[in-house]
């Protein structure tokens, strides 16, 4: 079974500055990805960032970029320069590598405020 | 088109009505998901269709009847709610069952059972 735990219910932020968020998991499986979810006040939920458990060289999008240490399971996000527009849930998530139905586990969700 | 359209956005109904909601991307994709969302906790997977038939069923109650009319369309029917049904329905979909995670969500019917 997976499971995916983020211990920061709720994180701040002042605009223009870096945030790292953390994600730990726990996975019986060797190949597996990751992926951290934002879900802005307008509900949509949108894919952020993913990272495949077998390349070593952390995934990166613009001002989102992750910190993936597969020995100690964790998968953290860090935004940079943050903007309020950054402001949403962000979930963290895994799924197996070989996994019929695209099946994800998601974490319980941080909450990111940005201060202006 | 990269989006996901769900009708309606708001349903209040009461415990004995039938209302239905619906679900509808032109991305070409051949999976769509339904989840249920309650306030700060994280999606709960429902039910998944893949080619228009349903591959997963989460052991969702039977008052929640879902219906894939065709590879476009995604429909749930809602019949004898209860209040705790009460959530944020999410629609998503992607390019294949099996297709790494990368899931397009609609943003959601905020359904209230009286």
């Known amino acids: 079974a997976q499971t995916v735990t983020q211990s920061q219910p709720e994180m701040s932020v002042q605009e223009a500055e870096t945030v790292t968020l953390s994600c730990t998991y726990d996975t019986s499986e060797s190949d597996y990805y990751l992926f951290w979810y934002k879900q802005p006040p307008s509900r949509q939920m949108i894919l952020v960032i993913r990272q495949e458990a077998y390349k070593q060289q952390n995934a990166t999008e613009n001002r989102f970029s992750v910190n993936f240490q597969k020995a100690a399971k964790s998968f953290s996000l860090k935004i940079s320069d943050s903007q309020l527009g950054d402001a949403a849930m962000y979930f963290c998530a895994q799924r197996p590598f070989n996994n019929a139905g695209n099946m994800l586990t998601f974490g319980g969700g941080t909450r990111l405020m940005v201060k202006p | 088109d990269t989006e996901v359209t769900q009708t309606p956005k708001h349903l209040v109904m009461g415990m004995t009505n039938k209302k239905s909601l619906k679900c509808e991307q032109h991305m070409g994709h051949r999976a769509m998901y339904w989840y249920k969302q309650k306030a700060k906790k994280p999606p709960e997977l429902m039910f998944v269709?893949?080619?228009?038939?349903?591959?997963i069923n989460e052991s969702v109650p039977s008052r929640f009847s879902p219906e894939c009319p065709n590879s476009s369309l995604l429909n749930l029917h809602l019949h004898a709610l209860q209040p705790e049904d009460s959530a944020l329905y999410l629609c998503?979909?992607?390019?294949?069952?099996?297709?790494?995670?990368?899931?397009?969500f609609g943003e959601g019917s905020r359904l209230t059972v009286l």
């Open positions: 269709y893949s080619y228009e038939k349903l591959s």
């Open positions: 998503a979909s992607s390019h294949s069952f099996d297709r790494a995670g990368e899931l397009f």
